[in-house]
């Protein structure tokens, strides 16, 4: 059943999705009710809008199931420094087999002025993981961002990356602040094991279809194409290749 939304609604997500959290910075957090952050709280409000389409999301809010770090500025070494530490011990301590689970980093800066900035900054901070990460890549996934079986791998745990920010052309991807979402490979590969993967895209991209009158473009399923391609949220072009080197092809 597809859900219907009205103009009104869509510039309520919008608008909500466009209010500004005041900064934290360097502090991890298990989502609670009474401990998140401001940056998180203000996700979480946005998230909780009945016209967000993802279904995903939605779960792990409700279930207070989302580990996040609040960091400085996005592309910045030492952002991605803590960023690191931080994902490695999540994903040590990480249950793909539970209920739905994210890692969300929220940074105070910078000012995003369009979706090609955000881009070249999301793949600056995965390379710079990448780089000081010591660990073989995932098991399962590739390593090369222009194959068809990628996913990014930290610290021996493969994600898939979801960058939210203000000025994103998808309204579900406009976060307040910048954000990485990290999402546990081996969920969605247990869920289609199980077959509930198909029905849950299916009721996603009505609802995306619903909220903003198309479906994401880049949104095809892993091993169709290269998930690299949907990380950035930007619609990007047939010969685009992601700006991402990994360690074993250099």
């Given amino acids: 059943m597809q859900v219907a939304v009205t103009p009104v609604a869509r510039d309520r997500l919008a608008d909500r999705s466009g209010e500004c959290a005041r900064p934290v910075n360097s502090k991890v ?24 389409p993802c279904l995903g999301a ?7 199931n989302v580990t996040s770090i609040d960091l400085g500025e996005l592309g910045d070494p030492t952002s991605a420094r803590d960023l690191g530490k931080a994902l490695a011990v999540y994903g040590r301590s990480a249950d793909p087999t ?33 780089d000081g990460d010591d660990l073989p890549w995932a098991r399962g996934v ?12 930290y610290a021996g745990v493969a994600y898939f990356v979801v960058g939210l920010h203000p000025n994103s052309s998808r309204v579900a991807r406009r976060a307040p602040k910048p954000c990485l979402v990290f999402n546990l490979h081996e969920q969605f590969e247990l869920l289609r094991e199980q ?17 903003q009158g198309s479906v994401n473009p880049m949104a ?31």
Avoid: C
């Avoid at 939605?58 to 207070?64: E, H, L, N, P």
């Avoid at 299916?202 to 995306?208: F, M, N």
């Avoid at 194409?225 to 990994?246: I, K, L, M, T």
């Fill in 58 to 64: 939605r779960s792990v809010f409700r279930r207070d």
């Fill in 29 to 52: 957090h298990t989502m609670s009710t009474t401990h998140e952050s401001d940056r998180l709280s203000d996700l979480a409000d946005m998230v909780a809008q009945p016209e967000y």
């Fill in 142 to 153: 590739g390593a090369d961002p222009d194959a068809a079986h990628f996913a990014f791998s």
């Fill in 220 to 250: 095809v399923d892993h091993g169709d194409s290269s998930e690299a391609r949907q990380y950035s949220g930007r619609a990007v072009e047939p010969d685009w290749h992601a700006p991402f080197v990994p360690q074993e092809t250099r």
């Fill in 98 to 130: 539970g209920p739905f689970q994210s890692f969300i980093a929220t940074f105070d800066g910078p000012v995003i002025d369009d979706e090609r900035a955000f881009e070249d900054l999301l793949w600056r901070t995965l390379q710079q993981l990448h």
């Fill in 195 to 211: 077959g509930g993967f198909e029905r849950m895209r299916d009721l996603i991209r009505a609802r995306d279809r619903a909220l």
